[in-house]
């Protein structure tokens, strides 16, 4: 089973600042088979990043994929109040088992 | 437009079994692979099961495997979830998940499974 262990757990920062999250990978990550998820509380997730890059549908282009291997980054280049929320990355490299991160929560300072 | 609604979540004791549903509206259900992901209350995702597009290949979680059983009915447009010998951690609520490219492109709002006696 591939591990994602994301960083910071909590990261407070203020609207218009830049937003970084990781999300690190036990094992290489193929195809760079890695998406983000944003989820706000009482909600579904929302699928945000695939293919470590590639945005979803709908997607503002303030949010930004990047990353291969083991290491991979979200980033949010200018806060909006309703970007805060908890960002999960999960690897769909490895059919037998889909797995995610722990979540790294996004708050306001 | 894609909708995903769960039902079937509700109170169950240790070892009782239930039943999920997904109904899915919106676009063709039999064109697309379908997970189950869950969330225990306060924490992260948790992939749970997958299910390829005419139900003949399917995937568990470890914790799951040989509890859970994952199906669908295409001429019904339905996924669904048979949960047996339920356990205190299985207490969650259980998204369905469409499968595109791989990713999670829409999901339902959940249900919220409790596992107490």
């Known amino acids: 089973e591939i591990v994602l262990t994301q960083s910071p757990a909590t990261l407070s920062l203020s609207p218009g600042e830049r937003a970084t999250l990781s999300c690190g990978t036990s094992?290489?990550?193929?195809?760079?088979?890695l998406a983000w998820y944003q989820q706000k509380p009482g909600l579904a997730p929302r699928l945000l990043i695939y293919d470590a890059s590639t945005r979803a549908t709908g997607i503002p282009d303030r949010f930004s994929g990047s990353g291969s291997g083991t290491d991979f980054t979200l980033t949010i280049s200018r806060l909006e109040p309703e970007d805060f929320a908890v960002y999960y990355c999960?690897?769909?490299?490895?059919?037998?088992?889909?797995?995610f991160g722990q979540g790294t929560r996004l708050e306001i300072k | 437009e894609v909708h995903l609604v769960e039902s079937g979540g509700g109170l169950v004791q240790p070892g009782g079994s239930l039943r999920l549903s997904c109904a899915a509206t919106?676009?063709?259900?039999?064109?697309?692979?379908m997970h189950w992901v869950r969330q225990a209350p306060g924490k992260g995702l948790v992939w749970v099961s997958r299910?390829?597009?005419?139900?003949?290949?399917?995937r568990y979680e470890d914790s799951v495997r040989g509890r859970f059983t994952i199906s669908r009915d295409n001429a019904k447009n339905t996924l669904y979830l048979q949960m047996n010998s339920l356990r205190a951690e299985d207490t969650a609520v259980y998204f369905c998940a469409r499968v595109a490219h791989w990713v999670n492109d829409y999901w339902g709002q959940g249900t919220l499974v409790t596992v107490s006696s």
């Open positions: 094992q290489s990550v193929s195809n760079n088979y």
């Open positions: 999960q690897q769909y490299a490895s059919s037998l088992a889909i797995t």
């Open positions: 299910i390829d597009k005419d139900g003949s290949s399917t």
């Open positions: 919106g676009f063709t259900f039999s064109d697309y692979w």
